[in-house]
């Protein structure tokens, strides 16, 4: 068919595709062998895993002890990670909830990605609140279910409790979320299978889709439910989280901004981290004319502008603790950047604040390598953010004789480690069965920017 | 009944829409449209109502919510109250994240779930696939055939504006769910689940154990005593004994060692001490006596001192009466080393009455005799 | 039995060995985890009384009253035994001396009493031995010493009761030419040589701080480690009665050289070095006598530039407090106590302040005495040589000197509690019974004479001195007979009770613990001060760098080295555990280059140590101060105390004994075991060590370049001045600060509300009350490296805050415990209850429902949670016997924490509701409360509106910690006030 480009809006996907070729190009990795390439990386990712559980299970077998902790700073690497995953997910809810809302197109080629990093993050994330504690096997007494003693239920005053249920619904959500996106390209799979099982298993899990009108009207119905739902959702999970702080009497925690400071701060990592997947990803399986340099420019706008959030939250901090005339609250502070852990603090502000600027200019932004580099740093700037509030907060609290140092153990620093090998594991799994692309939404689009389109798109 | 079923199918979004309305314009009745990915627009122009699944997604959120901070209140306040930081019982600003949360998974799930049933979707259905390819690039509108003015010439001119890519007649019942349903209520599948249950029960009732053991505990954290408990074996001690004997000659606190001709001394002292209370206290007082009276006393001595106990009841020589004659003239000393050490046929009571008690006790005994000499006893 | 003493892994039944071993059999999963903590629950037999004795009621404590045996001092003690062995020991509130108050070495003698590696049985030539055998080769030695003219000798420590004594001197006459030796490691010689020669009697003047107004100490660490410290800290304290009706403190100034207990509690302290101090003492004689219009007794050594000022000062207050002033001198030094003793009699103490008719009898020994031994046995005379709780060996100085010369003897017998330097080189080795065990007497201060009655019947096969010379002589009895033998005839005439029969008399002692009885008649010779002859213009001199010697609050000369409990009670200055040191002052440590933790080499005559540098501030320049008691053999034995794991660090490396014996380095000079002595080399090797301290940041200022510009100083801790405390009652106060919340206050205290008072002003940092609470709450020992991570279990921590210049330091302690929040931080975030606040107002923390998340500590603005990292042994199965059955052993991963012994309270409810009768006020009495000699800390019921807590709680000196937070804390402290001696200050 005849395909002039309009002016005014740009296509979304490359190539000129029709939709036999979106089809057939988002199942391929599907139906290859899978590449030397990718045992390896799996391997790789095999291997940080089982460090972890070894760490994980000698920490299980001989204390909490065997972390670096002590009576002055109870929580340093186990809580950092747990925050660092969670925000993470963000991206992921905000990429397929709030950019459907939004009407932002572009998303359809990556949120499928994005979700499932999502849930993904949270599966590490969650482990860290359990092997944390003193005795896990008790971790189930936190959920407040009928028992016998008492019946005595759990504080619903305590943060814990509140992450605990957000943590949960969040997972609960996106997963639904993601699984009933993926449906309809499970029927796609499903008919267009040649090996037996493979067409039992999609069959299994399409749900007999058959792509009905009437479905999909239903369906899209509460797609836009569920991301009108997801929306506040995501916000509030993170808002919890950063409560777990805020509520106590820490100077350094009790800080009122941070509800929107720590969702910033997700939403900034998470796209960091969705940028650094999806580069990969569109090297690997060749799919630059579905990530086109267009998807990459508008999530390295967003880094800018939650970039500049999280800017102005660091600003914000050391100016409340300044006028708040707090002497706890002002050392703290001070204490942060020039104290014994300076350097961590550093850290963060120029990966978090210096890097990202960066993008600004289109030049960076259309250089893949440099986004690619650029999404690390900032990862790596926002596990040291959430080091830094919780760590260096607490080593010098109120009492001077109390004040301590901390510095991490290797069962630590291999928790930590495990904890991205489950992640890149689950990844790896994800990118080899399942499609990564929304192949229904994708075509959905196809025709958008293809000007004798009348009703192209919408 | 059989029907005569029209199947168009088309390669773009436009053409099935255009199709669609045209169709629908004209009259026909479509029986549904299968397409790859969801066309917008072509609800309306196949004329369907919009869904009302809004509405259960509403009401689901509004049940989470109050079920949840009515769960947190009645747990907090009412089934187990318990002072937290100085909080009130029910401090309702802390229960709104919670409340929240459960209200977004209940519209959440509860309306994924409603929209399953409602379209009838269910892991392992059998898809009613009208034409294979609606799930890649093709578009497939189903007409009925369903009064006789229907020609399928006419609609195939009717449709060849839209690119109608081909057409096909077929006679059959309309798309319905596999008479088999979901593979969760196949015979065999249950067949199985049945015998795998069966076979579980049998090897656990077949497994050997040993009921005469104890309960086998599961990681039982401080169950067990680290200090020794006073019964307890104990093999630091030549007779394995946690209880020690104290060593001869010492003297604990409280126990200064009883020396009868003392016995008067203390016992005019303890009068007094009794005397300088106020009167309820007394009377409290008397209840503790009578309390460690029936306790170690009545089994002999009886309810009124008469000696008449169950014990003697049972055959063993009764006791004096404590309320004869020569038990009036014993002096509370007196009484005191008798319980102390014993006389006769009562054995010493010392180790097991505390000295305190044993005051009691005749305090009680002196009341006794009063009531028995009618009210005019010492 | 598990000799793996104290660190025996297996902390109990609960956590057997199989499960360990099960445990590494299982594999790497949360799964093996599970079922590795599977067990069977336990089958337990009950083996009850055949006949129970009165006292004994299974899971209730009876006391006996008793007498320490920690050290010499002899405070009456309260036993608390429970199915009848020790599980705790309390001071006796009625004891003249000590007043209820107990030091923290004496809290942990109950642990000592557990100790699995005390000698057991005798041993003849390193060979177990029979009594039977061990008599015969005695009494066999002792008839050939005899034959051959040989001498006889017997050395022992002050320890030694009168009727140990009466023994002795029995046992002595049966031989020509036999001798009694007394040794103190911690000599006060030189105080009763002096006294010998103003008075004409050898003896140490019974001083009495309560009735100072000034009080002028040089080097005396009177409220450590000085004679009877807990006696005179309660007497200092009652010397300074703040919340009188009139306010009155006594003035203390202390003069030294490294910074003391004592000196961190002085109202004016100076620093000099002990080379400098006689001279000091020399210009406070004439400028007194001066004062008081007299030519100087002695030569005047001319103004010190430094100290002149305060030194006119000084004696200015001393002639205007005349006959209640007190000057006391902690140096072994003959002149030193010469002058020390003509001042009290010029200042008209003696009689007042200064008791000579009813001396003390706490130190008795010689230095001069022991020297002469040697000799003697160098000389081949001694064919007999018995040593009864001594250890020259150890700390006599010279390395080996005495075990050397003791070789020479015709033979050795030695009594120890565990194999020590001395018994390693006897002939015959006897088992020494610990003081709960056998029945001995003690008279500490003429008249004051006290029953040491046992509480267990002994688990070795031991004898005391008394019975062994008993027996050697001929004559079998009982100690009980021998003892009341002997006070029949020497206490019970003397007696000024209204006592009839000896019977009752005995009765009353053991019942009581103690009797007071007319003083011996001691005749004196008016003082002399021709006797003050020796007090020569200079005294002895050292070089650039001096090295000194102190005893530890802790170890004291080292008797107590075997006790975990005390090597891990931090140094109340330093707050260092498991290690001995050398202090330095900032500036010599900057001389040297030297930083905290390097090794340095100390160079003396003839003798050399290697120890780590501490740098302390408020300490002489030109001193390195090294304490005494550490280096003990068998200290290796800790080498696996705390936890294992893969990146712990052991305590002590195996071999490696805990600190170094600084010992044999003293030097023995002009017939005194001198307190110090000149340094030749002074240099660091290069290597360096950890040292652990359970307090990182000594300061309430914050860290230069840190601190916001006016907030250099935390408002932790108020203190003022006596002055200006009697100038306004909330002198030194903070503001109060306004506390704004969303929620209402809904509870109400229906029966009790538990509350603390803790008075600043009186607590001097001793630490007694963090080993009571440690006793009392089954706290475990953790080892070196757990403290180095700061993961301390201690539930009461003392912090010590330094503040002013190094010339004129002063010290604030705060000890620092669960502030039993009404408001508590740590309650609102516990995910799963358990943490809670009871209907009393107590902040409780239910162990069997926490899950660890220690979200709570964090919360914590005092941090004073302690968090379960390991699974903390609790000793071996012989150790286990001092755990208090109310308290239950907190497992791996949970946490806890003070509970204002929650367990006492519950026990004195039950004992009232018993009697249908209310709580009195002061009838629960916490662990720490109970223990503080100087009774610094208050507990009490706030609904009582007439309890001294509610008095001190309304009083002006109250403040909370941390108020601002709005946490409510249950816990007030008193204003620290300090006379520093301004005009009104010191009133005399």
């Not at chain 1, 409790?161 to 949960?168: C, E, N, Q, S, T």
């Not at chain 3, 100790?115 to 390193?126: E, F, I, T, V, W």
Request: proline fraction near 6%; hydrophobic fraction near 40%.
């Amino acid at each position: 068919m005849p395909d002039v480009v309009s002016e005014i809006r740009r296509p979304l996907i490359g190539g000129n595709k029709s939709y036999g070729e979106v089809t057939r190009e988002v199942c391929a990795p599907l139906d290859r062998k899978s590449s030397a390439a990718w045992w390896t990386t799996l391997s790789a990712a095999l291997a940080m895993l089982v460090l972890g559980v070894v760490a994980v299970t000698y920490e299980l077998r001989t204390g909490i002890g065997t972390w670096g902790l002590n009576n002055t700073v109870g929580w340093a690497f186990d809580i950092t990670n747990f925050v660092f995953w969670i925000g993470i997910g963000h991206a992921g809810t905000l990429i397929s909830a709030i950019l459907f809302l939004f009407n932002q197109k572009w998303r359809t080629s990556v949120n499928r990605s994005a979700e499932a990093m999502t849930l993904f993050a949270v599966m590490c994330a969650g482990i860290f609140p359990v092997i944390h504690m003193g005795r896990p096997w008790l971790a189930h007494w936190v959920i407040p279910y009928p028992n016998a003693r008492g019946p005595l239920w759990v504080n619903f005053r305590s943060p814990l409790v509140w992450d605990m249920f957000a943590i949960g619904t969040y997972f609960i959500v996106s997963f639904t979320f993601w699984y009933v996106g993926l449906i309809p390209d499970l029927a796609t799979i499903r008919d267009r299978a040649t090996s037996k099982i493979k067409k039992a298993l999609a069959g299994f899990f399409s749900f007999g889709w058959d792509g009905s009108n009437r479905t999909w009207q239903r369906y899209e119905t509460i797609y836009l439910l569920l991301a009108g739902l997801a929306t506040p959702l995501v916000v509030s999970v993170h808002t919890i989280v950063s409560w777990d702080f805020a509520t106590s009497l820490i100077p350094g925690w009790h800080t009122t901004i941070f509800p929107p400071y720590f969702v910033a701060g997700a939403v900034f990592s998470g796209f960091a981290m969705v940028l650094t997947l999806m580069l990969i990803v569109r090297r690997v399986l060749h799919f630059e004319d579905y990530i086109t340099l267009h998807h990459i420019g508008a999530m390295s706008k967003i880094i800018i502008a939650t970039g500049g959030i999280v800017a102005l939250a660091y600003a914000t901090e050391f100016f409340v603790a300044l006028y708040s005339g707090n002497e706890y609250e002002r050392f703290t502070f001070v204490n942060r950047a020039l104290g014994p852990y300076g350097w961590a603090y550093w850290t963060m502000v120029g990966c978090n604040i210096g890097v990202p600027q960066l993008l600004w200019l289109k030049k960076i932004r259309s250089n893949v390598a440099a986004v690619f580099v650029i999404s690390l740093l900032i990862n790596v700037g926002m596990w040291f953010e959430r080091f830094v509030i919780i760590t260096i907060s607490l080593s010098r609290d109120y009492l001077p004789a109390s004040w301590a140092s901390y510095s991490p153990t290797t069962i630590e620093i291999a928790t930590l480690i495990g904890s991205f090998g489950l992640f890149f594991t689950l990844f790896l799994l994800f990118s080899r069965f399942l499609p990564m692309i929304a192949i229904g939404e994708v075509k959905g689009i196809l025709r958008y920017g293809r000007s004798n389109g009348k009703e192209a798109g919408k | 009944m059989s029907r005569r079923l029209l199947v168009a199918t088309f390669g773009d979004e436009r053409d099935i829409l255009g199709a669609t309305r045209r169709a629908r314009e004209s009259g026909y009745s479509i029986l549904d449209v299968f397409t790859p990915f969801a066309v917008h627009g072509l609800d309306a122009a196949a004329g369907l109502r919009p869904s009302r699944l809004p509405w259960i997604c509403f009401a689901l959120g509004l049940t989470g919510a109050i079920s949840k901070l009515w769960y947190q209140i009645w747990t907090s306040a009412t089934s187990w109250p318990v002072n937290v930081g100085g909080k009130p019982l029910n401090s309702v600003p802390a229960f709104v994240p919670v409340t929240f949360e459960i209200m977004v998974l209940f519209a959440a799930v509860g309306t994924v779930l409603a929209f399953l049933i409602v379209s009838r979707l269910r892991p392992g259905r059998k898809p009613a696939v009208i034409y294979d390819r609606t799930t890649d690039d093709r578009f497939a509108l189903v007409l009925v055939q369903d009064d006789a003015g229907f020609d399928a010439d006419v609609v195939r001119t009717l449709l060849e504006p839209f690119g109608l890519l081909e057409m096909s007649e077929r006679i059959e019942d309309p798309p319905e769910r596999s008479p088999r349903g979901s593979f969760l209520i196949r015979p065999v599948f249950v067949a199985l689940s049945a015998a795998g249950l069966i076979i579980f029960a049998v090897l656990t009732y077949l497994t050997p154990r040993d009921f005469t053991e104890p309960n086998l505990l599961i990681l039982p954290g401080m169950v067990n005593s680290v200090p020794y408990d006073p019964f307890s074996a104990d093999k630091n001690f030549p007779d394995g004994k946690t209880l020690r004997a104290p060593v001869s000659g010492t003297i604990a606190r409280g126990f200064y060692p009883i020396d009868s001709s003392k016995s008067e001394e203390e016992a005019t002292t303890v009068r007094a001490d009794f005397g300088k209370l106020s009167a309820d206290r007394q009377r409290e007082i008397d209840e503790l006596a009578a309390g460690v009276y029936s306790t170690f006393c009545q089994p002999c001595h009886g309810t009124s001192g008469a000696g008449d106990g169950l014990i003697p009841q049972h055959g063993y020589p009764p006791p004096p009466a404590l309320t004869a004659e020569n038990a009036l003239k014993l002096e509370d000393g007196r009484m005191f080393n008798i319980i102390t050490f014993g006389r006769g046929n009562m054995p010493s009571l010392g180790h097991r009455i505390s000295r305190e008690d044993r005051w009691l006790v005749i305090r009680h005994v002196r009341q006794l005799q009063h009531t028995a000499s009618g009210g005019s006893g010492p | 039995m598990n000799h793996d003493h104290h660190t025996g892994r297996d902390s109990g039944p609960a956590m057997g060995f199989n499960r360990r071993s099960f445990l590494k059999a299982a594999g790497f999963t949360l799964a093996g985890v599970m079922v590795a903590g599977c067990e069977r629950q336990k089958v337990d037999k009950a083996i009850p009384f055949l006949v129970k004795p009165e006292e004994v009621i299974p899971g209730t404590s009876t006391w006996y009253a008793s007498t320490c045996g920690g050290c010499t001092a002899g405070c009456g003690i309260l036993i608390k035994n429970r199915d009848g062995r020790p599980i705790k020991i309390e001071g006796n509130p009625e004891h003249p001396l000590s007043g209820g108050g107990l030091c923290a070495t004496g809290q942990a003698m109950v642990l000592s009493l557990y100790d699995s590696h005390r000698l057991q049985k005798p041993a003849l030539r390193g060979k177990p031995a029979l009594w039977d055998e061990i008599d015969r080769a005695v009494t066999g030695q002792l008839e050939k010493t005899r034959r051959e003219g040989k001498t006889v000798r017997i050395l022992t420590s002050s320890a030694p009761g009168p009727t140990a004594l009466a023994a002795v001197a029995k046992f002595l006459t049966a031989f020509p030419g036999a001798k009694h030796i007394r040794y103190d490691p911690l000599s006060a010689s030189a105080i009763a040589d002096a006294h010998q020669q103003c008075y004409g009697r050898r003896f140490i003047p019974h001083y009495r701080f309560d009735r100072s107004g000034v009080i002028a100490s040089f080097d005396a660490d009177f409220l450590g480690t000085w004679l009877s410290p807990v006696e005179f800290t309660r007497a200092y304290r009652s010397g300074r009665p703040i919340d009188g009706m009139t306010p009155s403190m006594s003035h203390h100034v202390q003069i030294e050289s490294r910074m003391s207990l004592s000196g961190s509690n002085a109202d004016r302290r100076l620093v000099a070095r002990p080379d400098e101090q006689y001279r000091l003492l020399l210009r406070l004689t004439a400028l007194v006598d001066r004062e008081a219009g007299r030519t100087p007794a002695v030569p005047d050594p001319g103004p010190d530039p430094r100290h002149e000022d305060e030194m006119r000062r000084l004696a200015a207050l001393l002639n205007t407090a005349r006959g209640n002033s007190l000057v006391v001198c902690g140096a072994n030094h003959l002149p030193s106590q010469l002058l020390t003793a003509y001042l009290n009699h010029t200042l008209q103490n003696t009689g007042a302040t200064v008791d000579l008719d009813a001396p003390s009898y706490c130190r008795t020994g010689s230095d001069a005495a022991v020297a002469e031994l040697m000799a003697e046995l160098d000389s081949g005379g001694v064919g007999m040589l018995i040593v009864w709780d001594a250890n020259p060996a150890y700390d006599w100085p010279g390395d080996g000197a005495f075990a050397g010369s003791m070789k020479k003897a015709g033979m050795s017998v030695i009594c120890a509690s565990h194999e020590d330097e001395t018994s390693h080189e006897a002939t015959v080795v006897l088992p020494k019974a610990h003081p709960m065990e056998e029945w001995d007497d003690a008279e500490p201060v003429s008249g004051i004479v006290s029953v040491r009655q046992p509480a267990i019947t002994p688990f070795g096969d031991t004898r005391s001195l008394t019975d062994c010379l008993h027996r050697w002589t001929g004559d079998t009895i009982s100690d009980l007979e021998a003892i009341k033998n002997w006070w029949r005839a020497a206490f019970f005439p003397r007696r000024n009770t209204a006592a009839d029969s000896f019977d009752t008399f005995w009765n009353d002692a053991v019942y009581r613990g103690f009797v007071r009885v007319n003083p011996a008649p001691a005749p004196l010779k008016p003082f002399n001060t021709s006797s003050l002859g020796p007090c020569g213009e200079s005294g002895p001199r050292g070089g650039e760098l001096v090295l000194e010697f102190y005893p530890t609050v802790a170890l004291l000369d080292g008797r107590h080295a075997h006790n975990p409990w005390l090597q891990e009670l931090p140094d109340p200055v330093t707050k260092i555990v498991w290690d001995n040191y050398a202090s330095v002052s900032p500036a010599t440590a900057a001389g040297n280059g030297l930083h905290r933790g390097d090794i340095v080499h100390v160079g003396l005559d003839g003798a050399s140590l290697e120890l780590p540098v501490v740098i302390q501030r408020g300490q002489a320049d030109g001193t390195v101060a090294v304490a005494l008691g550490y280096g003990k053999m068998g200290t290796d034995r800790f080498s696996s105390v705390g936890p294992e794991w893969f990146e712990g660090v052991r305590t002590v490396e195996p071999g490696e004994l805990v600190g170094k014996n600084a010992g044999p380095a003293r030097e023995f000079r002009d017939g005194y075991l001198a307190n110090w002595r000149t340094v030749r080399e002074f240099r660091g090797t290069g290597s360096a060590r950890r040292l652990a301290a359970t307090q990182e940041y000594d300061s309430l200022r914050m860290p230069a370049g840190l601190a916001p510009p006016d907030e250099e100083r935390r408002p932790i801790i108020q203190e003022t001045t006596l002055s200006a405390y009697l100038a306004s009652r909330s002198a030194g106060s903070f503001p109060k600060p306004e506390i704004h919340t969303i929620w209402p206050d809904e509870y109400r205290f229906p029966h009790h509300r538990w509350a603390m008072a803790i008075d600043l002003s009186a607590c001097t940092g001793c630490s007694a009350c963090v080993v009571g609470c440690q006793a009392e709450n089954n706290i475990p020992v953790v080892g070196k490296d757990e403290v180095y991570r700061n993961r301390e279990m201690a539930w009461l921590r003392i912090d010590r805050y330094y503040s002013g210049e190094d010339g004129d330091l002063s010290v604030a302690y705060q000890p620092m415990l669960c502030q039993h929040c009404e408001h508590a931080p740590c309650e609102t975030v516990c995910p799963v209850l358990a943490t809670v606040h009871s209907d009393e107002g107590l902040n409780q923390q239910v162990y069997n429902r926490c899950v660890g998340t220690r979200y709570c500590s964090n919360n914590c603005p005092y941090k004073i949670r302690r968090f379960n990292w390991f699974d903390y042994s609790h000793g071996d199965d012989m150790q286990r016997l001092v755990l208090n059955p109310d308290v239950v052993v907190r497992e791996r991963g949970i946490m806890e924490k003070c509970s204002f012994c929650v367990q006492r309270i519950q026990e004195v409810k039950i004992r009232a509701k018993e009697g249908r009768r209310p709580i009195s006020d002061g009838e629960v009495k916490t662990a720490c409360e109970q223990s503080c000699p100087a009774q610094a800390i208050v507990f009490g019921d706030l609904r009582d509106p007439e309890s001294r807590i509610s008095k001190m709680q309304s009083g002006p000196r109250m403040y909370r910690v941390l108020e601002e937070t709005g946490t409510a804390p249950s816990i007030a402290y008193m204003t620290l006030v300090r006379n520093r001696g301004e005009e009104g200050g010191a009133d005399a």
